[in-house]
């Protein structure tokens, strides 16, 4: 052939003359065949728009290769660890460090401080992904049921309560954190009206509301305003509350600071729990009056612990002290009964107690040790 040719290659489309650099080159191919129509039940499938993954790569050991292709399936659980995004609750202590670990390397589940199974280890976050940062309440709204474990115990027969706080200072705000983190149902209330509480609502989810509405339901009622307040209270406060309602005061009485002088208690000799009680109506069980704040968010610890506090609760009610005991319990507290309401003057300020951070039989000491006389600072 004229010009010569390099090379000749067959196929099964036809045979490829390939002549020398410079040359036409001259193909005969085959006529291509139409397209034969899929079938019924073919035509009815979906359009696959992506090639399936590639089997992983078995390595010699049999197991699958480290390099294998393909996208990783996402985890089945991942979580965010607490983060020091507020300072109301900057984070929990060495108990609570480890009630929340959550490690980026392992998939399998934490065991808790009371040997349950916490929230499942997540993987690395994807490349150019950091982790979530959110407030840790919101933390504990997304993994409630974990985060019971803080005190070791869950609610009530697995029921959540409804509860309502009046005031939102150091104890009514951490109160209030802790127990929507638990899962309880909270309204909050305060003096200056609901609209002021919408930064702790959207950081615990509590519901706020007017102070004549917190316990309109509530099968527990916390007041927590200052002594000379109490009076100011609306009135019929707890006539919507739900029958045989807890009623806690964490009342103190600070007549230097504070309060000014109040005849019924210096005067007529009442406890402060007992003075209360008058003012509002109804009976009344004393607890956290000698508890920091601080310590309400990260001294839980759960049953059993060496470290755990006691705080103490006095009371007439016996069912209500019932119920009140069992709370604090399940915010991470151990309680020691101080006896009725007459006899709440063992914890109130300036007693051994008052402040106390120690376990149940240091608390049972220091209660004993109480002296009814009120010292000259807490007297106007």
Known sequence: MAGGIAAIATSRRGV???????LISATRQRPSLPKAPLPRWRSAL???TAAPAPRPRSNRSGGASSRARGPRPPPEH???????????????????KAAFACSSRSGTATAGP???????????????RGPEIVPTATWLHRNASWSRIRAGTTHREGRPM???????GNIGGNLTRRLTALGHDVSVANSRGPHT?????????????????AARGAQVVVVTVPLKSVRNLPSGLLDEAAAGVAVIDTGNYYPKERDGKLAGIEDQGLTESRWT???IGHSVIKAFNGTYAQDIVERARPKGDPERMALPVAGDDEAAKKVVRDLIDELGFDTVDSGGIDGSWRQQPGTPVYGLRAGVEEVTKALADASPE????FRA
Do not use: M, N, W
Not at 84 to 96: D, K
Not at 197 to 213: D, I, K, Q, Y
């Open 16 to 22: 490829t003359f390939r002549p020398a650099a410079g």
């Open 46 to 48: 979906p359009e696959r």
């Open 78 to 96: 991942s979580c965010a660890a607490p983060q020091r995004t507020t300072r109301y609750l900057p984070g929990f202590s060495s108990f609570a």
């Open 114 to 128: 009371d040997g349950a199974a916490g929230p499942p280890r997540g993987p690395h976050p994807p490349r150019g």
């Open 162 to 168: 409804k509860i309502g706080i009046i005031g939102a």
């Open 197 to 213: 509480l919408t930064a702790l609502a959207e950081e615990t989810g509590a519901t706020p509301v007017a102070a004549a509405e």
């Open 277 to 279: 009680e008058q003012q």
């Open 374 to 377: 009120r010292t000259a600072a």
